[in-house]
């Protein structure tokens, strides 16, 4: 189990840019849509750059709202403490009031638990 309150959020800027990465890949094979976060994202690490601040908080990878209870979803990787999506992790989607959750998956079937979450109802 990851550790109350999901420490995954606050990333090293490095480790955005991998994500960012990640995400746009995924928006070309056509199995993420939100260009808008992407660019969003990427601003902020551009301003934090620029003010020499080495982390970031990502909260939600475009992650819908619980579809129980209608809180925000976090991805949690069983490996707290870093957030890389690393491909031999546990990872799954959680809701963060009701505890709801996909099944677990490995960090390269990331996508899988996006839709698994987003096509919950
Ligand atoms: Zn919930």
């Known amino acids: 189990m990851a550790p109350e309150g999901g420490c995954l959020y606050k990333l090293a800027?490095?480790?955005a840019r991998i994500i960012i990465d990640r995400l746009k890949k995924m928006l070309n094979r056509k199995i993420y849509n939100n260009k808008k976060r992407i660019d969003e994202l990427e601003e902020r690490i551009k301003k934090?750059?620029?003010n020499h601040m080495t982390q970031i908080e990502v909260y939600e990878l475009d992650l819908k709202p619980c579809p129980r209870c209608g809180e925000k979803a976090k991805f949690i990787e069983d490996d707290c403490g870093t957030f890389n999506l690393?491909?031999?992790h546990n990872h799954w989607i959680e809701c963060?009031?009701?505890g709801l959750r996909t099944m677990t998956v490995k960090g390269w079937e990331e996508d899988l638990a996006i839709k698994l979450w987003n096509e919950r109802n």
């Open 13 to 15: 800027v490095q480790e």
């Open 48 to 50: 934090l750059e620029l």
């Open 86 to 88: 690393a491909p031999n």
């Open 96 to 98: 963060s009031k009701c």
